[in-house]
T-cell receptor, first 112, second 117 residues
């Protein structure tokens, strides 16, 4: 079945770049997402990328997709304390319509 | 933007009682809604797909008689946790894609925290 994996924790210094990595198994993945969840809150869609793209940039966020290796990354430039949250990688395939499979989430903590 | 609400945001109930959680799309229609549960410090696990006008589709390992889903209209889906037990305590989140939206973007509700005593 589909599987999405990511590391559980990442700690970066304020002002540095954060890179969160994710791998997935479903070769039919059409959409790949990054969601942010702050403590006690729901999910916020940060960005998504279609499988026919290899990069997408949106302000401080850069998403890189290596479809051959089934590897997705999220880079946050100039990381701020407000970026502290759990970041979920997720995927959905065209064949399954809107069903989304989530990774375990990466907890990003910022140190001064 | 599209907004999805959930009600209640928090509920505490006694073991053996049933709890109903509502998921509403406030400014768009959703023929499909999704129900997830999230344990502390863990990922969201898809429980079921709620289909307007037809039966819900449950993921493997999710008891359909335990988690009753009703998608009564294009803007409302309900999840009823029947005969709740402490192990059902969790954060339940719903999501909905906008009907006809090609981008497949889903909009998530704020979640409902269920605590069963």
């Amino acid at each position: 079945g589909e599987d999405v994996e990511q590391s559980l924790f990442l700690s970066v210094r304020e002002g540095d770049s954060s890179v969160i990595n994710c791998t997935y198994t479903d070769s039919s993945s059409t959409y790949l997402y990054w969601y942010k969840q702050e403590p006690g809150a729901g999910l916020q869609l940060l960005t998504y990328i279609f499988s026919n793209m290899d990069m997408k940039q949106d302000q401080r966020l850069t998403v890189l997709l290596n479809k051959k290796d089934k590897h997705l990354s999220l880079r946050i430039a100039d990381t701020q304390t407000g970026d502290s949250a759990i970041y979920f990688c997720a995927e959905s395939s065209y064949s399954s319509a809107s069903k989304i499979i989530f990774g375990s989430g990466t907890r990003l903590s910022i140190r001064p | 933007g599209a907004v999805v609400s959930q009600h209640p945001s928090r509920v505490i109930c006694k073991s053996g009682t049933s709890v109903k959680i509502e998921c509403r799309s406030l400014d768009f229609q959703a023929t499909t809604m999704f129900w997830y549960r999230q344990f502390p410090k863990q990922s969201l696990m898809l429980m079921a797909t709620s289909n307007e006008g037809s039966k819900a589709t449950y993921e493997q390992g999710v008891e359909k008689d335990k988690f009753l889903i009703n998608h009564a209209s294009l803007t409302l889906s309900t999840l009823t946790v029947t005969s709740a037990h402490p192990e059902d305590s969790s954060f339940y989140i719903c999501s909905a894609p906008r009907a006809g939206d090609r981008n497949n973007e889903q909009f998530f509700g704020p979640g409902t925290r269920l605590t069963v005593l």
